[in-house]
């Protein structure tokens, strides 16, 4: 079983759309993580942080369920420009640890 | 630029042959980490500096890898005698020591190996 898992999509969906899009990790001491963007041919760049009591950023909203070891992200309002790959992020039991990222969900957002 | 840079951006290679690939994070960053990235997936960690000290190696990292980050600063990826599978982006990230701060990523070097 991989450590962070996510769905690869695609996800295809229409402007001003919902989606959402969840990652699942093995390991139960991890402690923080986090989303990331990626876009075609590019280096990753943070998207947001996800704190244990859920965190919104404009339009984006990330969740965490420490209990079923899976976090979300959602975005509302969807814009072309969201049309990217969102790579779920996982640190270990502390800040030291490695760092591991899903396989990223690909989003297309079409006019 | 303060950003992460990497040395070279592309790099065409044959068969067998060694390549190394230099990262410079942002100056006050203790902690760097290289990844490899291949088409459809996500960056897979290889292995992790604190200063100097190399914490962690992934199990992909083969005897064929090496990094290292002699002064703390800048830090060499070589691969020996590549293989066609080698064939992938490098990432460098790097990130100041404070809890679960983010990383910040470097532009990648492309490698192709023929």
């Known amino acids: 079983r991989k450590e962070v898992e996510q769905d690869p999509g695609p996800f295809n969906v229409p402007e001003g759309a919902t989606v959402a899009f969840n990652c699942t990790y093995s390991n139960s001491a991890s402690q923080s993580f986090f989303w990331y963007r990626q876009d075609c041919r590019k280096e990753p760049k943070l998207l947001m942080s996800?704190?244990?009591s859920g965190n919104e950023d404009g339009r984006f909203t990330a969740q965490l369920n420490r209990a079923s070891q899976y976090i979300s992200l959602l975005i509302r309002d969807s814009k072309l420009s969201d049309s990217a790959t969102y790579l779920c992020?996982?640190?270990?039991?502390?800040?030291?640890?490695?760092?591991?990222f899903g396989s990223g969900t690909r989003l297309s957002i079409r006019p | 630029d303060t950003g992460v840079s990497q040395d070279p951006r592309h790099k065409i290679t044959k068969r067998g042959q060694n390549v190394t690939f230099r990262c410079d994070p942002i100056?006050?960053?203790?902690?760097l980490y290289w990844y490899r990235q291949t088409l459809g997936q996500g960056p897979e960690f290889l292995t992790y500096f604190q200063n100097e000290a190399q914490l962690e190696k992934s199990r992909l990292l083969s005897d064929r890898f090496s990094a290292e980050r002699p002064k703390g600063s800048f830090s060499t990826l070589e691969i020996q005698r590549t293989e066609q599978g080698d064939s992938a982006m490098y990432l460098c990230?790097?990130?100041?020591?404070?809890?679960?701060?983010?990383?910040?990523f470097g532009p990648g070097t492309r490698l192709t190996v023929l």
């Open positions: 992020v996982v640190n270990g039991y502390s800040s030291a640890s490695k760092i591991i």
């Open positions: 996800v704190y244990s």
């Open positions: 990230a790097s990130r100041p020591l404070e809890e679960w701060s983010e990383q910040f």
């Open positions: 100056s006050e960053h203790n902690r």
